[in-house]
């Protein structure tokens, strides 16, 4: 058994439901021991693939576990400054075998320590507890008269935590020389980073691909959630039958699955058929398998056929692009008018999902000017064509240590992403057929 530790992106629900649905399509045995807003523990009962990060748009940092104690040590030592807490950490520290796989060389080792804080009476104290613990690593790897420079934050930085991009530059995955302490109100973990998400790819399939939309783009990396949301894996059917230039299409083709495009719009399947060339150039898919088809929506069986396609993942039309947050009235006209699209296509889907086949979408979550959300009622449709709800958390993931805290969990029933330069948000729903 192995204990990882997964850094969270922005949207820690979200990041949490991809990673539990990905390792259930893969049939990944786990157990989540612990989990907050910052990052999640997750015991993996097999040999699992670090570089997985590659796969999976809502984690940014993968860590091995090499020590855990008990947060109060950490209070006792940084809130009350006791010599004999702080002390005893660092003994923990020395007998962790943290620094045993950094390099031993005659130029100076680099390295660096993130420090991640559910705990909210710590967190000021971050920038103290990542320096004490770089000089401990610091004085361990003089024991082994190895030289090493600690990475320092600047005054202006509000995190003690390092970026993606710091960690791929300084090469600290390669030479296991990031050290993560993640604090839990009750445990605190010590890590050492084994894997980071490279956000210049998310970049490179967003802004350097031939065809781009941007005002009703999706992100890569919600994109990304959305195929593994569906159980997308290598050799499936996918459809997107909203493809636009195809970025959902994209990280699809990257599972490796066998991937169908519709549009109704014509400019947008010769985009999206660009795009997914350059795709299969730029990540050499010699041996992909995709096509982009022009069609309505209403007629998507007729252009796929009846029960060929295992998971769907798409985002439909959201609504105009508003300029300001709107009333709640017209948010209502807004979902209204969309009704009849959407109902369209969960008739289609229906018909051309194969059984247990997964339908994941998106619809509109507007916030009104009065602060309220306004969302659109798709459950009485859905179970008329005997689609059945999802839920993202299940009490079975989770160790029975922690069960206090995911009763609120598993009854989510969708996954909110609201980005705060957009007016409509995203609902990201998950079904079944």
């Given at each position: 058994m192995q204990t990882k530790v997964f850094i969270s992106g922005k949207n820690w629900k979200?990041?949490?439901?991809?990673?539990?649905?990905?390792?259930?399509?893969?049939?990944?045995?786990?157990?989540?021991?612990?989990?907050?807003?910052e990052f999640f523990c997750i015991n993996i009962l097999q040999v699992f693939d670090d570089s997985s990060v590659a796969d999976l748009g809502g984690t940014i940092k993968i860590a091995d576990t090499k020590l855990k104690f008990q947060t109060t040590m950490l209070k006792e030592a940084f809130k009350e400054s006791s010599k004999q807490f702080k002390s005893n950490i660092a003994s923990l520290i020395a007998s962790s075998g943290l620094v045993d796989e950094m390099p031993k060389t005659s130029k100076k080792v680099f390295f660096g320590v993130s420090v991640y804080s559910a705990d909210k009476t710590l967190r000021p104290l971050s920038g103290v507890i990542q320096r004490f613990v770089g000089s401990r690593i610091k004085e361990e790897l003089s024991n082994f008269n190895?030289?090493?420079?600690?990475?320092?934050?600047?005054?202006?930085?509000?995190?003690?935590?390092?970026?993606?991009?710091?960690?791929?530059?300084?090469?600290?995955?390669?030479?296991?020389?990031?050290?993560?302490?993640?604090?839990?109100?009750?445990?605190?973990?010590?890590?050492?980073?084994?894997?980071?998400?490279?956000?210049?790819?998310?970049?490179?399939?967003?802004?350097?691909?031939?065809?781009?939309r941007r005002i009703f783009a999706i992100p890569p990396r919600i994109a990304r959630i959305m195929v593994n949301l569906s159980s997308c894996t290598p050799g499936k059917v996918f459809l997107d039958p909203f493809c636009g230039v195809g970025t959902i299409l994209q990280e699809a083709l990257l599972e490796k699955a066998n991937v169908i495009g519709v549009d109704a719009n014509p400019w947008?399947?010769?985009?999206?058929?660009?795009?997914?060339?350059w795709l299969?150039?730029?990540?050499?898919?010699?041996?992909?398998?995709?096509?982009?088809?022009?069609?309505?929506?209403?007629?998507?069986?007729?252009?796929?056929?009846?029960?060929?396609?295992?998971?769907?993942?798409?985002?439909?039309?959201?609504g105009p692009a508003l300029r300001q947050v709107p009333t709640g009235p017209y948010a209502s006209k807004i979902i209204q008018k969309l009704l009849p699209l959407y109902s369209s296509f969960f008739a289609e889907a229906q018909k051309v999902l194969k059984n247990n086949g997964h339908l994941v979408f998106v619809t509109p979550y507007i916030i009104t000017r009065s602060g309220q959300a306004v969302t659109m009622p798709i459950d009485e449709k859905l179970n008329s064509l005997g689609f059945k709800k999802v839920f993202p958390f299940t009490e079975d993931t989770f160790s029975t240590a922690n069960i206090a805290g995911v009763k609120d969990l598993v009854d989510t029933t969708s996954l909110v992403e609201v980005d705060e330069r957009h007016k409509i948000g995203r609902e990201i729903h998950i079904h079944q057929k």
């Open positions: 979200l990041s949490l439901a991809e990673l539990i649905n990905y390792f259930r399509s893969r049939e990944i045995k786990f157990e989540i021991q612990l989990f907050n807003r190895t030289k090493s420079k600690f990475m320092g934050f600047s005054k202006e930085r509000n995190l003690a935590q390092l970026t993606q991009v710091e960690v791929i530059k300084k090469n600290l995955v390669e030479n296991k020389a990031e050290v993560l302490v993640c604090i839990d109100k009750d445990e605190t973990f010590v890590a050492t980073t084994v894997a980071v998400h490279d956000p210049f790819e998310f970049q490179k399939r967003d802004v350097y691909k031939p065809n781009q947008c399947v010769k985009a999206a058929n660009e795009n997914l060339v299969t150039k730029e990540y050499n898919l010699e041996e992909s398998s995709f096509r982009v088809v022009q069609g309505e929506v209403s007629r998507l069986a007729q252009k796929i056929g009846l029960e060929t396609v295992d998971c769907i993942a798409t985002e439909p039309d959201l």
